[in-house]
């Protein structure tokens, strides 16, 4: 995920212009304008879109895609964020997600849940823990909502 210039969470993306063929062209276009030339590693594909969500505007609509990166691409990714086109404008910073609850069961992913997000952004975020693209021990999520509090806890395999 990624600290949005208006102190948000959310993740990389944004229009499709006319020179872009496809909603996927026009993703990839965006990961390097915003994540930097590592971002040219991999491409996004149609078979990595998720779902659609109605946007805030007229004729807007956001969709997600989730695609997973070896460590490598992660790192590479990380480390030349800040060279990136858009960085300082459009974002600030990228964030690692906190795939886990302390002991505490208030640490991690609940209070990472917390803070704000753009648009539904965290509803793609969960959605991405369930139902992504991640190792099937890590998948096994469990949610509920108190009152106004998430409880999250990532269950890994069994030993």
Avoid at 51 to 67: C, E, L, M
Avoid at 98 to 121: H, K, M, Q
């Amino acid at each position: 995920m990624q600290m949005r210039f208006d102190g948000r969470l959310g993740f990389p993306g944004g229009f499709v212009d006319t020179q872009d063929s496809s909603l996927e062209d026009g993703l990839n276009r965006e990961l390097r304008e915003e994540l930097g030339e590592a971002a040219a590693a991999f491409r996004v594909e149609r078979t990595d879109y998720r779902s659609s969500h109605a946007g805030s505007g007229p004729r807007v609509v956001a969709h997600f895609y989730a695609k997973r990166l070896t460590l490598e691409q992660l790192l590479a990714v990380e480390a030349g964020a800040t060279r990136a086109k858009d960085h300082g404008l459009e974002v600030l910073g990228l964030v690692r997600v906190p795939l886990y609850t302390l002991r505490d069961g208030v640490g991690g992913l609940p209070t990472f849940l917390e803070n704000s997000f753009i648009g539904s952004a965290r509803e793609q975020l969960l959605e991405a823990a369930l139902h992504g693209p991640m190792e099937t021990e890590m998948r096994t999520l469990v949610l509920g909502w108190e009152g106004r509090t998430w409880e999250c806890f990532l269950i890994g395999p069994e030993r």
